[in-house]
């Protein structure tokens, strides 16, 4: 079935800087989500793409899905504290099942 | 927003031994759940969908003898870990699907620990 590899695996960033997460498939994507886990909480959603070379943006953080929809990015920008926790990005199959790929695991210093 | 709850919160049982899992829609009637278990610093893993008033629809790999799922109505669905193993010691995490993008809601999971 369609998997997803996600880079980096840990990503550790000074704050005030930018970083960004990648989501990468060898197939091609009807759509593709992204979730944010806190140190010992659950996945909440952030945001679903669907579209040929769409962006979003939620204030610091902006998602793209690319144009052959192979791919997809999280880019934070003047990372924070609150920033902190693991993004996962996720594929839907039928029936509303999700596919999740590793995570990036964010540590932020100050 | 849609609210799912999870009971308990954190169990500590001894091998062998059976342990339920309750997984509840707070604000809304969810006739499809979904059960992952996730291990330390890993990604989510799905078990299984949880169908109201049906069999359970288990992933390839997932023991549906072992991992027992009753869905008996529209807020409930339940996992049963049964003659649980050191090895079943994980984050177990239930979701819904709502909303026009099909997101899940999380609940807030059950960290078993089989001593």
């Known amino acids: 079935g369609q998997q997803v590899m996600q880079i980096p695996q840990y990503q550790h960033v000074q704050e005030g800087e930018d970083f960004t997460t990648y989501c990468n498939s060898s197939?091609?994507?009807?759509?593709i989500q992204w979730y944010k886990q806190r140190p010992g909480g659950h996945p909440v959603f952030l945001i679903q793409l669907v579209k040929s070379g769409e962006v979003k943006k939620q204030k610091r953080l902006t998602f793209q899905f690319g144009e052959a929809k192979k791919n997809s990015s999280l880019h934070i920008t003047a990372t924070q504290t609150t920033d902190v926790g693991t993004y996962f990005c996720?594929?839907?199959?039928?029936?509303?099942?999700?596919?999740f790929g590793a995570g990036t695991t964010v540590t932020v210093r100050a | 927003g849609a609210v799912v709850s999870q009971h308990p919160s954190w169990v500590i049982c001894k091998s062998g031994t059976s342990v339920k899992i309750e997984c509840r829609s707070l604000?809304?009637?969810?006739?499809?759940m979904f059960w992952y278990r996730q291990f330390p610093k890993q990604s989510l893993m799905l078990m299984a969908t949880?169908?109201?008033?049906?069999?359970?629809?288990?992933e390839q790999g997932v023991e549906k003898d072992k991992f027992l799922i009753n869905h008996a109505s529209l807020t409930l669905s339940t996992l049963t870990v049964t003659s649980a193993h050191p090895e079943d010691s994980s984050f177990y995490i239930c979701?819904?699907?709502?909303?026009?993008?099909?997101?899940?809601?999380f609940g807030p999971g059950t960290r078993l620990t089989v001593t």
């Open positions: 996720a594929i839907k199959k039928g029936d509303y099942k999700l596919s």
């Open positions: 949880s169908n109201e008033g049906s069999k359970a629809t288990y």
């Open positions: 197939t091609t994507l009807s759509n």
């Open positions: 604000d809304f009637q969810a006739t499809t």
């Open positions: 979701s819904a699907s709502l909303g026009q993008d099909g997101e899940q809601y």
